[in-house]
């Protein structure tokens, strides 16, 4: 089963277009950093366009924020790219003769709905700007080993 990268993708891709605003950003530039297809960078910007969360103009290669990066969440991210999308999935097809197949789904359904519950929490309270801050801070620690 492969992992979806949707939503960090997408928190680069929100990132890039503050940090490097002062320049083009069409989607193949966009691509570079993330390292994959302008496709795939247009496919997300849209979803994040959709969410209220970017502006963009057709042939223009000029995305905005629609509003300040303090006030995107990262949870915020994540249900535009993601949806509803479960974090975890149980396993349906277990022996319902059996005391640990036929328990198993909602043991495992409530721990898997508090951990839900507190991820979400958790990307609630960080925004946009701290993802920005920190990757300012790594960048700035490294030219000061150079």
Request: aromatic share 6%; glycine share 10%.
């Given at each position: 089963m492969r992992i979806s990268t949707r939503f960090s993708d997408s928190i680069h891709i929100l990132a890039f277009m503050n940090i490097y605003s002062n320049i083009r950003l069409s989607s193949d530039t966009i691509a570079g950093s993330v390292e994959t297809s302008p496709v795939v960078i247009r496919r997300?910007?849209?979803?994040?366009?959709k969410a209220g969360l970017i502006?963009?103009?057709r042939g223009n290669p000029e995305?905005?924020?629609?509003?300040?990066?303090t006030q995107i969440t990262l949870l915020e991210i994540y249900f535009a790219v993601e949806g509803e999308r479960s974090l975890f999935e149980l396993d349906k097809k277990?022996?319902?003769?059996?005391?640990v197949?036929?328990?198993?789904?909602?043991?495992?359904?409530?721990?898997?709905?508090?951990?839900k519950l507190a991820a979400q929490e958790k990307l609630r309270s960080y925004t946009l700007q701290d993802v920005i801050d920190d990757i300012l801070k790594k960048e700035n620690s490294k030219n000061k080993l150079v």
């Open positions: 997300l910007m849209s979803a994040l366009r502006t963009t103009k995305p905005k924020l629609a509003k300040p990066p277990t022996n319902p003769a059996c005391i197949g036929g328990n198993i789904q909602s043991v495992l359904g409530g721990y898997y709905e508090q951990a």
